[in-house]
């Protein structure tokens, strides 16, 4: 194969950096109007009344769109329903008089341009019957009041893993225990792309939306539900995404108020939020999470219980599986789980980078730093002698694991073997130096997707999916895998994505796509081949005459067999003695369901951090992250997934927490200047490793995705060389001075 | 934002004819603060007069020996320029502690000088705020007051100043040159920004009807013993939790002159003559920095998510001092501290 698995550049980075590549907000359409949000500034209660008419009154205003004079929408939950929404009554922007959260949406003002909705929106007047709000997560275990388990055991793949031997007796009686209590506080995603939609009213009436999303058919069956439409008047786009993370997986308030609007006034519209009202979007929940460890003095786990305590909305019940990982990852003959969920008067929390991984590894990853600590063990040690082939939840073998291999390479690389054990006990002048390590784990999904490929007699490809690139590089990817399948090079192959009305797609999300999209695209080009030899079979004298489907490939143009290179005929003449110019062929792929092996993707990290004593000031100096995943498609995309990961992760430990005031009920950091997110001061040396993890069972490729497994344990390795530096456990993120100097 | 009018000044004496005419009227130099309150709405001028384009960003020196600095200046070509770094490094280093590049490359010294507090609260109109709107309350001291002031503050308000140049400004001695309708005076640094009082909404005491011309520098620079360490959280690009700056004149072993100065805990840069009285004489080693350092910080009372920064503060002066008595000043673009 001659691009699969190299170091290619994006195929659509010049477009990027030159600007030509159009964003959601940047649609070229005529006869545009602009509107802008009004916001709940109360937490909880009703709307009494809104006063619009300053608002009109302003020269270039054209309507002001609230609950009471909105366009019908519909009535039911299930119009409102998303792909991926969790049960529950999702939010109906505009819908009726009640506010569920500060930062919602009550009106939208439009106008002939941006300044003036902006100017108008501040008019606006709004009365409130403001009943009390609860926002608060509890930070310490003992301060949350009793609430309900999320669901049963095993009830859905979210629910807490069924518990495995008896924790509570093995725990009593272990020789060496652990019990911590690990917060994570509520996070945001921001994206450096502003959440925006251009909605353009055709003259039939159909609507062409212009989306930040992850997946655009998710918003074109969301709007036919919202809005009664049939599906054929409803096209969405999102051809390029400045970044989601897991805050496009569901439709967001922008594009229904865009869409409502054009509806209502029947002009194009085009809705972009400020960086404050992304504060109103869905986050990270904020946790807190128990895990108690029992082991035997040789370092081997007896016992573990992971109970978490995670927040959802008044009117949605959101929760991912943060306990279930303890369980998968480590030999451990006795586990249980627990999740509880706390109803909180805020928007519904929503995916972020690693659901439930980066924030349940995490706690996972400290608990047992902590229990090598008190084993009188090597952290790196521990991991090994609790390492399982197995995932210990279902009890299959892994499709591939090749973990072993992240820990030899990355302590190599890192020189782990020079640590010396106590706390404290490395120094760099008034600095304290500390060295971390954690394990990351994540799920290696695939999903069905169709792909279409055109292949022309001229040798271009074009490669059609419903599919997303959120900047992660599935363009590149498809293009690679095209180029090989169909054995043309890459400058001649087209990729279509970010277009609903193209081949079917989910959502771009759980690192699922790049495996499902390949295999797709394997899938169709197989297709092609073996019209392409039928054709080819009855050419005169044909070189291919008698031979099967399986056997021939494509490359550089021509059909050939895969042993006898010497017996090849090129696509165009075969093309042309069928008498055709090009051949077009969709198909969609399913994976066949495996009840026979786990499939996940590891990592190692390493990180070194270096704290001044006095001062409590921390620098992430080195990370080595060691990551098993599967083949690579792309080295150079797949490096940058995972240093995004890692940069991340510091920030998870270090940087990230979303301020909120429970007096009022809002976000008071909304805003990138005071959420802290790492700046390149913060960052030093980060070093990718892939190792090899041949994988011949998860798919024909051998794929399993990366765009999540980056983060994971990043946070812990790094707060566990906190604790090595220093001597201090800080368990509630982030790690900033005042926790280090208390 | 709130649509207003747009002026560009003439000369200067236009500028205070403009601003004395309208009194809703705001100037706009860099308007990297300006223009991020307008957008809150927090600021609501009903005019903005541009004095960006006027004559004031010259550095000349002074017959006194000093350095007169225009007040539109940039704040990157304030902290580069030879004078300053040779002279006063201080100040330069100070200024780099700050903000971003581009920020620096856009910001003024004069609008350095008015740039508004951080406070969360003061930023979110939803919220009782009584330096927005006086009388309103303070929703910080019962709420979220991590980046509080520990120093100085008053039951209407507990916002800090969050500039860095104006730490160093402080520790220099500096003097503001003003013109207002009645004509030119000079404003002792010292008495420049106020303390919140019962009157949180007024932060200096430049009158509204006049302009900052310039800001002159004495002649002493303590360019061979002096730090500017700015502590934050993350390494860069984040205002202060607390800053000092800290500068000495020694003569024989001993402590012959020094300045101390604050940012980050209060409402203005925050010094005490009696502080660095007291360091004079001493011999510049732990315990008089110390003692200095209580003497600064003595009175500081701490609120729910703040009360780190005085113990922070303890140790970030007798860190400073330290770096300046050794002639080892913290270089800002390196994040490990010396
Ligand atoms: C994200 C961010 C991070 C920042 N980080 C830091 C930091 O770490 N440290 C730090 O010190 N600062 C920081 N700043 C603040 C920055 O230094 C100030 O915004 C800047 O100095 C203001 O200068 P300006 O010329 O842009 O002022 P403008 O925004 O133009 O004006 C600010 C105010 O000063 C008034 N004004 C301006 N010039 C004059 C004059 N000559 N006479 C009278 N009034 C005048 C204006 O009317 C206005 O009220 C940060 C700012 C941002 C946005
Ligand atoms: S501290 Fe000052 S600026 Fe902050 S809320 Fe109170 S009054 Fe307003």
Redesign the interface.
């Known amino acids: 194969m001659t691009y699969i698995g190299t170091a290619t550049s994006r195929v659509d980075g010049h477009a990027k950096v030159t600007g030509t590549a159009t964003y959601a907000a940047e649609a070229k359409t005529t006869g545009l109007v602009h509107g802008s949000v009004v916001t709940s500034s109360i937490a909880k209660g009703r709307i009494v009344r809104i006063d619009v008419s300053d608002a009109l009154r302003v020269d270039r205003v054209i309507d002001v769109l609230t609950h009471a004079n909105r366009p019908p929408m519909a009535d039911a939950d299930s119009g409102y329903k998303d792909e991926v929404a969790p049960d529950g009554s999702p939010f109906r922007p505009l819908y009726d008089d009640r506010i569920l959260f500060s930062g919602q949406p009550i009106a939208l003002v439009v106008a002939e341009d941006p300044e003036t909705a902006q100017f108008a929106a501040s008019l606006v007047r709004v009365e409130y019957a403001e009943e009390p709000h609860v926002t608060e997560m509890y930070r310490r275990w003992d301060d949350a009041p009793a609430l309900k388990a999320v669901a049963k055991p095993g009830e859905n793949p979210f629910s807490p893993p069924k518990p495995r031997g008896n924790a509570k007796a093995a725990l009593a009686a272990a020789a060496v225990r652990h019990q911590g209590d690990y917060y994570v506080p509520v996070e945001y995603h921001n994206p450096m792309e502003l959440y925006g939609s251009t909605v353009t009213y055709e003259s039939d009436g159909t609507l062409t939306v212009f989306d930040k999303t992850q997946g655009v058919q998710n918003v074109q069956c969301y709007l036919c539900g919202v809005f009664a439409l049939a599906p054929e008047r409803v096209q969405v786009l999102s051809p390029f995404t400045g970044g989601a993370f897991g805050s496009g997986l569901r439709p967001q308030y922008q594009v229904v108020l865009a869409a409502l609007a054009a509806l209502a006034l029947k002009r194009s519209v085009r809705v972009v939020l400020t960086r404050q009202q992304m504060y109103g979007l869905g986050y990270r929940p904020a946790m807190i999470q128990r895990i108690e460890l029992g082991a035997k003095g040789d370092g081997t786990l007896e016992a573990m219980t992971h109970d978490a305590i995670t927040m959802t909305s008044q009117y949605e019940h959101f929760y991912r599986q943060e306990t279930g990982w303890s369980g998968l990852l480590y030999q451990c003959p006795n586990a249980t789980y627990a999740h509880r969920v706390a109803p909180l008067d805020l928007p519904t929390p929503c995916d972020m980078r690693a659901p439930s991984a980066a924030t349940g590894v995490y706690a996972l990853e400290c608990a047992m730093d902590e229990l090598a600590v008190a084993l009188g063990l090597d952290p790196l040690e521990l991991r090994q002698r609790c390492y399982s082939d197995r995932d210990q939840n279902t009890n299959r073998p892994y499709s591939s694991k090749n973990l072993h291999e992240c820990y030899r390479q990355g302590a190599e690389a890192f020189g782990w073997e020079k640590r010396s054990p106590e706390p404290r006990s490395m120094r760099d002048g008034s600095e304290l130096v500390g060295w971390g390590m954690a394990t990351g784990v994540w799920e290696a999904l695939q999903v069905p997707i169709a792909v279409r490929i055109a292949l022309t007699a001229n040798g271009h490809a074009e490669v059609s999916c419903a599919t997303s690139d959120i900047g992660t590089g599935t363009y590149t990817i498809m293009a690679q895998v095209a180029a090989d399948m169909l054995g043309v090079p890459l400058d001649q192959v087209t990729i279509r994505l970010g277009d609903s009305t193209l081949p079917q797609s989910p959502v771009e999300g759980g690192s699922w796509i790049a495996a499902s999209v390949a295999n797709g695209i394997a899938t169709t080009s197989d297709a092609i081949r073996d019209e392409l030899l039928g054709l080819a079979k009855q050419m005169p004298n044909s070189p291919l005459s008698d031979i099967a489907p399986g056997e021939v490939v494509l490359v550089d143009g021509k059909l050939m067999s895969a042993r006898d290179p010497a017996r090849a005929v090129s696509i165009a003449d075969t093309m042309r003695h069928g008498g055709i110019d090009r051949i077009e062929l969709e198909k969609t792929t399913r994976f066949p369901k495996d009840e026979t092996h786990s499939h996940n993707t590891h990592s190692a990290i390493f990180a070194e951090v270096k704290v001044d004593e006095e001062l409590g000031v921390i620098r992430v100096t080195r990370v080595v992250s060691t990551v098993a995943a599967g083949r690579i498609l792309n080295t150079k995309t797949a490096s940058s997934q995972i240093l995004g990961g890692v940069v991340w992760g510091i920030g998870m430990a270090l940087h990230e927490e979303t301020l909120l005031d429970h007096t009022f009920g809002r976000v008071m950091n909304a805003n990138i200047a005071e959420y802290h997110v790492p700046v390149n001061a913060d960052i030093h040396d980060i070093d990718v490793i892939f190792v090899d993890e041949p994988d011949d069972s998860i798919n024909r490729l051998g794929i399993k995705g990366l765009g999540e497994i980056g983060i994971v344990g990043v946070a812990a390795a790094v707060a566990n060389a906190v604790y090595h530096a220093t001597g201090k456990r800080v368990r509630d993120l982030p790690i900033t001075l005042d926790k280090l100097l208390a | 934002?709130?649509?207003f009018r747009y002026t560009r000044a003439t000369d200067v004496g236009d500028a205070v004819r403009q601003i004395a005419a309208e009194p809703k009227a705001k100037f706009i130099a860099g308007g990297t603060n300006i223009l991020d309150l307008m957008?809150?709405?927090v600021e609501q001028p009903t005019q903005l007069i541009d004095i960006s384009h006027l004559p004031l960003r010259i550095i000349e020196e002074v017959p006194s020996g000093g350095l007169r600095i225009g007040a539109l200046v940039p704040n990157s070509d304030l902290a580069y320029h030879p004078l300053i770094e040779a002279r006063y490094p201080i100040l330069s280093s100070a200024i780099l502690a700050g903000a971003s590049q581009q920020l620096r490359n856009m910001a003024s010294t004069g609008g350095n000088l008015m740039q508004r507090t951080?406070c969360?609260?003061f930023y979110?109109t939803?919220?009782p705020c009584n330096k927005r709107e006086p009388g309103s309350g303070c929703?910080a001291i019962?709420?979220?007051n991590?980046i509080n002031a520990i120093l100085g503050t008053s039951e209407a308000c507990i916002a800090t100043h969050p500039s860095d140049m104006c730490v160093a400004l402080a520790a220099l001695e500096a003097t503001v040159h003003v013109i207002g309708p009645s004509g030119e005076r000079a404003i002792p640094f010292a008495d420049f920004h106020r303390l919140p009082g019962g009157t949180p909404e007024i932060d200096t005491n430049l009158a509204p009807d006049e302009i900052i011309m310039a800001v002159e520098l004495p002649p002493q620079g303590f360019a061979s013993h002096y730090s500017y360490l700015k502590?934050r959280?993350?390494?860069?690009?984040?205002f202060a939790?607390v800053s000092a700056a800290a500068a000495l004149e020694l003569d024989g072993g001993r402590i012959a002159e020094a300045r101390l100065a604050l940012g980050g805990v209060a409402h203005k840069p925050w010094r005490r003559v009696e502080a660095e009285a007291a360091l004079r004489g001493e011999v510049p080693d732990r315990a008089a920095f110390a003692k200095a350092a209580d003497i600064l910080l003595r009175g500081s009372c701490g609120f729910a998510h703040n009360g780190?920064k005085i113990?922070?503060a303890h140790?970030?002066i007798e860190?400073t001092l330290m770096q300046a008595a050794h002639g080892t000043p913290q270089i800002q673009a390196i994040?490990?501290?010396?």
């Open positions: 934002m709130i649509n957008k809150y709405e951080r969360f609260y979110d939803v919220t929703s019962e709420g979220i991590r502590i959280d993350r390494l860069s690009y984040a939790l780190f113990g922070l140790r970030v860190r994040k490990k501290i010396r």
